[in-house]
């Protein structure tokens, strides 16, 4: 019983070595390119943008420019901190989506369009530990993008002095925000898998768009919480409201993600890479 005791541990070390391995090396790949640091100045500069329409709307009368004004006036609700804080969670979700995907694209199609995935596969490491040590590292990059954009607009909205501060809506908006957000992650698996599935970035992004601009048109047809990518949107819209998708909406999303992640070992492990 030791014997296999001891036999099981280690080879879960072994497993948990390569991942170890292959996400030590990825995370410095990331740290490096350019896609990083701008990834992380664009979830910043949004919630900027989105203070400075709040300001322009808190004090319209001190701008000078119609545009601006025209736009600020058409958020609904008052420039207080429960308007700030459901304009940034329901902007930030959908840009997140975006920079999500521009992420995992990059991360599972960079090795194809570099033509270096023949010396990636000639490691002596297992393929699915490449598809998991990439999958922890879009994890990890996309909580930091996430907590940058929170940050960012915390702290415009404390600058901006809103009225109406109530901790526990911001409490419940964060959990709202945070689902929808763990959800948009968890959905990148299958943007993963089309592009394991094309080799590079190009198809991947674009079934991103596709996917995104679908949600619009299928909540017009009122099957929205049957759709992946509508129901993590409406975590950060519908939830300020109290109305949640239900359970077959979050077992979509978990067997989506769960799809895309088998998918994505599947063409590293089977398909022709050559």
Known sequence: MNKISTSFANRIGTQLGFIIAVTRTETKKAIRSKLFWITL?????????????????????????S?????????????????????CAQILVGTGM???????SWLFGREHTD???KDLLALPLPRWSFVTGKFVVMVIWCILLFFVSATAALVAGALLHLDNWSSAFAVRSLQDFTAGIAMAIWLN???????????????????AVVALLLGNFIEMLGLGYYYPWYITMAYASD????????????????VSGLAGFAGTIFCWRYADQT
């Not at 975006?98 to 995992?104: D, G, L, T, Y």
């Not at 089309?194 to 674009?206: M, N, R, T």
């Not at 409201?241 to 077992?251: E, H, L, R, T, W």
């Open 239 to 254: 939830g300020l409201q109290g109305i949640y998708p239900g359970a077959v909406s979050i077992i979509i999303v978990i």
């Open 189 to 207: 698996m299958l943007i993963a898998l089309v592009a394991a599935w094309s080799g590079g970035y190009l198809a991947a992004i674009g079934a």
């Open 115 to 117: 033509r270096t995935l």
């Open 67 to 87: 545009i601006l004004t025209t736009k600020a006036s058409m958020i609904p609700g008052n420039a207080d901190w429960p308007t700030y804080i459901s304009l």
């Open 41 to 65: 100045i664009g979830m910043v500069l949004v919630p900027l943008m989105l203070s400075v329409l709040m300001y322009i709307k808190k004090y319209p009368e001190l701008t000078n420019n």
């Open 98 to 104: 975006f920079a999500f995907a521009f992420v995992v």
